[in-house]
C-alpha cells in the first residue's frame, strides 16, 4: 500500500505519539507498505499558546491538499487533530477518500486542566472531527469505551508495543542517590500529574526524566529532586533501569507507552487504576495499581523484575503494526470492514 500519514506532533518534541508513529512508519516499511509522513516539519510553524515546544503549522491548507493530491495514496491516516490534520480530514471530505484517525490522547481533559472549558463542548468537537472516519484508532480497550460511552462510533484498538533492543535492563546509569530510587519517566506538563508523586512521602530518592512546560517551576518546587531533562535512546533506558519502581500518576493517559519501556528495563510501575495503566499494568505481577498512589509505589517494590521484562518482550511494535495496516486496508476497502476489524482483535498487541 502506498499510506500517507499526517500528524501535528513530530520532532523536536518527545512525546509517545511521535515515538509510536516513528515506530509504525518504520516497521509498515519493512513490511513491504510505501509510507509518507506530512508533519510540520514542511511548513511554516508559531508555538503552540502555553506549550511552546510544540510548533504548529500556519495556514497550510494549500499546501496540504497539493501534498495529498500529489501523493495519490490508497490509505490516508490523520493522526492528530491540529492544524494538519485538520487541513487533511477536509481534503479527504471533499474528494470522498476514505480515512481513518487515531485518538491518541485526552484532549477533552487537558483542555479541562488548562481552562474552565466544560468537558461536554470538548467532546462534541472531537466526537465531530472523528465522526467522518471510516475508523477511529485508541490505543486500548477502555478508552475505546470511555469514547463509545460519549457518543462516538467507529472505534477500533490499536494497542502500542516496546523497543528491547533500547530498553533493557543491562548498563543502568550509575545515580549516587539513596535507595530505593522512584523513578517517572515522559511530559512534564501538568496534564502529567507530577506533583502527586513528587509530594509523596516515600523513602529514598525521587527522579524525574523528561523536559517540559513545567519543569522549571518544579525544579523549584521540590530541590531534593533530580530532574535530569530530556534523555533518548540508550542514555534514556539507562535511567529507567537504575530505578527501583517507576512512579505514572497520570490519570489522563489513554495508554502510558512509557509503562511498557519501564517494564523493559526491569522495573514494575506503580500507578493510578485507571484508563491506561488498568490496560497496561497487571495488577501485582508487573506493577500495582491502587487509588492510593503511596501504597501502590510500596507494594511494587516486591515485584519480580523478571516478570515485567518477559511481559514487555511479548508486545512487539511489529505486531502492533499488522494491526495498522490491516485498518489502512479498510481506506479503500470498507465494504470488508467489518471482517477485518474481527481479524485485528486476534492481531492485537496487547
Known sequence: MNIVIITDAWEPQVNGVVRTLKQTRRHLIELGHTV????????????????????LAVLPGRKVRKMLTELNANA???ATEGPLGSAARRWCIKNNIHFTTSYHTQFPEYLRLRAPIPLSWSYRWFRNFHGAAVRTLVPTESQKQRLLDNGFEHVEVWGRGVDTTIFTPDNPQQLNLLGPVMLNMGRV???????????????????????????EQLKQRYPDVLFTGAKFGKELASFVAAADVFVFPSKTDTFGLVLLEAMACGVPVAAYPVTGPADVVQDGVTGCLNADLKQAVL???DIDTKRCIEYAHNNSWLACTQVFANYMYDNHDADNSQDRAITNQAFWCL
Not at 44 to 53: E, I, L, R
Not at 195 to 211: I, M, N, R, T, Y
Open 76 to 78: 490516508v491516516h490523520i
Open 189 to 215: 506538563a501538568v496534564e502529567k500529574n507530577i506533583e502527586a508523586f513528587l509530594d509523596l512521602d516515600l523513602p529514598g530518592s525521587k527522579v524525574v526524566v523528561g523536559d517540559g512546560p513545567d519543569l
Open 299 to 301: 507494594a511494587a517494590q
Open 36 to 55: 509518507h509522513l506530512i508533519t510540520p516539519e514542511n511548513f511554516k510553524t508559531v508555538p503552540c499558546p502555553s506549550y511552546p515546544s510544540i510548533r
